[in-house]
Structures are given as structure tokens and as C-alpha cells.
């Protein structure tokens, strides 16, 4: 069997985030950021121009996913004990346990995932992408997507995405 993909790693594919990722054991870390970079592999059917996704239609897809995230504090809506309240004055209060942050509103994004893990972010951001990329350029184009966000050098959280070719 013979496989086709492109892989898009552009120094430009990158945001910066604020987060804090919540432990097993209830504990947490503070409030803290990281430039995170993303690789993202996209295999497909080979067209007949022979390409899978030409580059130049495939790379604003993932910058502009970047820029949605990028510069604010990401926050899991689905976390069983993290609250997030809007407030009347355009700032939401945050609460995890005894932890109380009010931050203006524009400046969080909420997520649907349980914590701001690398892995969950890698997850979602893979599920975002291959939607628009369906979207964009249909399902044959998009056989496999591997997605991974580096939140530092050598530390990586990787989503896979594969069609069942056997059906």
C-alpha cells in the first residue's frame, strides 16, 4: 500500500498561551505561559497534479488556527471542579478550589477539554483542523492528520486522526 502526506512545521505556526494544568491529585500549577509550536502531517489521496494539499492552501489553515489561540489564557470548560462566572463589567472570574482570578473576558478563550494539557490541546486543535480541512478540501484529502504542540523544546503532546480504510 502506497501513502501520500504533506508535513507543515513553519516557524510562524506557533501562539502563546497562559494556562495552569491541573493534577490527579487536585493540586495545581500557577498561572503561568509557553510559546507552543505545531507541526501538524496531513496524508491524503495523491491528486491528479500530484499533490495531496498544495502548501500554499494548506498553511493559512493552520496559521489561522494559531492566531486564534494566540495571547490568551486558556481555560478547560469541562473540568468538574474549575468555574468560570461573567461578570457585569466585561471581566469573568475563574475559580479552581481556593483560587479566584477576574480577568477581562476577551482575554480567555475556553475550551471544550478537561485541562489545558498539551495532549488535550494537540486533541482539540487536530479535531479544529481536520474540520476545516474537510471542509476545505474533502475527506479524501484528509486519510490521516497528525497534529503535535510542542510547549517547549522536547517536550510534545500528539493527536492522530485515521479514516478506516477497511470499510
Not at 500554499?56 to 468538574?80: G, I, Q, T, Y
Amino acid at each position: 500500500m502506497e501513502t501520500w502526506a504533506i508535513t507543515l512545521n513553519k516557524e510562524y505556526f506557533k501562539f502563546s498561551c497562559a494556562h495552569f494544568l491541573i493534577f490527579p491529585d487536585g493540586s495545581k500549577e500557577r498561572l503561568h505561559g509557553h510559546n507552543y509550536q505545531v507541526t501538524a502531517e496531513i496524508e491524503g489521496a495523491l491528486t491528479k497534479d500530484g499533490l495531496v494539499i498544495d502548501f500554499l492552501d494548506a498553511k493559512p489553515v493552520v496559521r489561522e488556527l494559531c492566531d486564534s489561540l494566540d495571547e490568551h489564557w486558556l481555560v478547560p470548560s469541562e473540568h468538574p471542579e474549575l468555574t468560570l462566572e461573567e461578570l457585569d463589567d466585561g471581566h469573568s472570574r475563574v475559580t479552581y478550589r481556593d483560587s479566584r482570578y477576574v480577568v477581562p473576558s476577551n482575554e480567555i478563550l475556553v475550551l471544550p477539554i478537561n485541562n489545558t494539557s498539551v495532549e488535550n490541546l494537540a486533541t482539540w486543535f487536530g479535531h479544529t483542523l481536520r474540520s476545516r480541512l474537510v471542509d476545505r478540501f474533502g475527506a479524501s484529502q484528509v486519510r490521516r492528520l497528525r497534529v503535535a504542540i510542542s510547549e517547549t523544546s522536547g517536550q510534545s503532546g500528539v493527536y492522530e486522526y485515521r479514516t478506516d480504510d477497511r470499510a
